[in-house]
């Protein structure tokens, strides 16, 4: 199947630092989604990209769709405590409408107060 | 609205027991899922469900894996016999025939 790969596997950051993180794929992806999971809990969708360049925004998350449709980044502003986690990509691996989902490896989030 | 809900939340047993995990999809969805978390593998698609009618398995592991959805409310996945290695988050997960699908919050399983 399909891999998903993310980078980088873990980060540490200081409250109020902006994060990046990225997933790349070794073939296009028609959809991008990233979900978050808190600790003990199962993952939630943050966002979803359908097109290819589309740059959208859900508070200080912003994701894009990469041109190429082989990657996509998160970038998080103003880091809280609270958005400590496990960011993971993930994209349909039959294509766009395929029920069946492929996940990266996640993104470590710990936020230092 | 109530999300999935699965249960056990947590469960503890022996090598060779049989365990029965339990998901409710959310109300009105029609495509259910059984993933399997792991440290080494990350998260992993053992089968999935469209309108009750298993799909694709061919993430389920072994025989000793098997997955019912008897009606369009309730599924099951169940390991007999367990074993060590089968020790993970087991999320259940369910959409409406599209790609944004809602996770459980797992079943935390340990085989000693």
């Known amino acids: 199947g399909q891999q998903l790969n993310q980078s980088p596997q873990s980060m540490f950051i200081q409250e109020g630092e902006d994060v990046s993180m990225n997933c790349t794929s070794s073939s296009i992806f028609n959809t991008w989604l990233w979900y978050k999971q808190d600790p003990g809990e199962g993952p939630v969708l943050l966002i979803a990209l359908y097109k290819a360049g589309e740059l959208t925004s859900n508070g200080r998350l912003t994701a894009q769709f990469g041109i190429t449709r082989k990657d996509s980044f998160l970038n998080i502003s103003a880091s809280i405590p609270s958005d400590v986690g496990i960011y993971f990509c993930?994209?349909?691996?039959?294509?766009?409408?395929?029920?069946?989902?492929?996940f990266g490896k996640g993104t470590k989030l710990s936020v230092i107060p | 609205d109530a999300g999935v809900i699965q249960s056990p939340r947590h469960e503890v047993t022996e090598m060779g027991q049989e365990v029965t995990l339990r998901c409710k999809p959310i109300s009105g969805h029609n495509s259910l899922f059984w993933y399997r978390q792991t440290m080494m593998r990350g998260l992993e698609l053992l089968i999935y469900f469209n309108n009750n009618v298993p799909i694709d398995d061919s993430g389920m592991p072994e025989d000793r894996f098997s997955a019912k959805m008897p009606n369009a409310s309730f599924s099951t996945l169940k390991i007999q016999p367990s074993e060590p290695r089968d020790s993970a988050v087991y999320f259940c997960?369910?959409?409406?025939?599209?790609?944004?699908?809602?996770f459980g919050e797992g079943s935390w399983l340990t085989v000693v």
């Open positions: 997960a369910s959409s409406f025939s599209g790609n944004t699908i809602y």
């Open positions: 993930a994209g349909p691996e039959g294509g766009a409408g395929s029920y069946q989902l492929t």
